[in-house]
């Protein structure tokens, strides 16, 4: 991928449970890394992924997969090969950073307007309806009745062009976008009925249990850098999946008491209080192969969404 490919074209590895290396990689990298300068060894690398228990196999058939999907690219023809983020990539990675350590901050404004997806496919359609299915979905929308399906807001053309690029070639295929507003918005038969909101309340409930003593680990300083590198991480990916998958809904349409603001002070406190740690054991086990590791190495910060650390990161230069 050359360095004018735009920010959305960069094909980032989609969110499961139970990370996968490519994903931990991409995760790291995000965190960790913000120049496209860096030249990255493949050593490096795999060092780092050897901290979370990936064999060096797993680690190299990571990075293939990560230039494949325009992630990183190769630098030179160097044997063993030496990598390097891409402008594209970096500029994704801080906008999905902000997105991630900004949610939750604040209720939304609201205006009470909903986008609502209609569609009528016929009966040889299946293969189109579960295509479209999954697509509303990465969309933000959730289906309030079988063909019926609603997001909170009013920004309509992404799902519109998407709709068209899908349904266009299936004949038959009938679709409307509407702008709406609902008479009872939080009654049974409302836009809140559409959502698993008991579900999402038990998953930050669960979230601030399971991070609960690293939390306080990690106000009494007690976590040393190599755990907290791993715990750090594995908070980072517990919570961007709330902040992708929590529809973020106004305050009237949520039960009480709501848990987010719990799990999200919860996430703050171990994001900022282990991210110098993790820095500085990601630096001790990539200086080895990459003797400048320690002047590109970073990570962000979650009360200020910017990298600090690393003295070559992009964001720190001054002057």
Known sequence: MNAEQPVDDVRTPRAQHGSSPQHLLATLLGEYLDSAAADLPSGAVIAMLREFGVTEPSARAALSRLVKRGLIAIRGDTRPPVYHLTPAAIARHRSRMRHFLDFGAQPPPWTGDWVQVSFSLPSCGQAARHTLRRALTAHGFVRLYDSVWITPGSHAAPVRAELAALLHPVEGARWSVLHVRFDEEAGP?????????????????????????????????????????????????????????????????????????????????????????????????????????????THFHAARPEPTGGSRGALRRTG
Request: aromatic content about 10%; charged content about 20%.
């Open 189 to 297: 038969h409302g836009p809140a009925a559409a959502y698993d909101l008991t579900g999402l309340a038990a998953g930050y409930a669960a979230f601030v249990a399971r991070f609960a003593p690293l939390r306080v680990a990690a106000r009494r300083g007690t976590v040393d850098p190599a755990t907290a590198l791993v715990a750090r991480t594995s908070a980072m990916d517990s919570w961007r999946r709330f902040a992708d998958t929590d529809p973020d809904l106004p305050t009237h349409l949520l039960p009480t008491p709501w848990p987010r603001q719990q799990a999200r002070e919860t996430f703050l406190d171990i994001h900022a209080g282990l991210g110098a740690l993790a820095q500085a054991r990601l630096v001790e086990v990539t200086t080895p192969h990459w003797p400048d590791a320690a002047g590109w190495i």
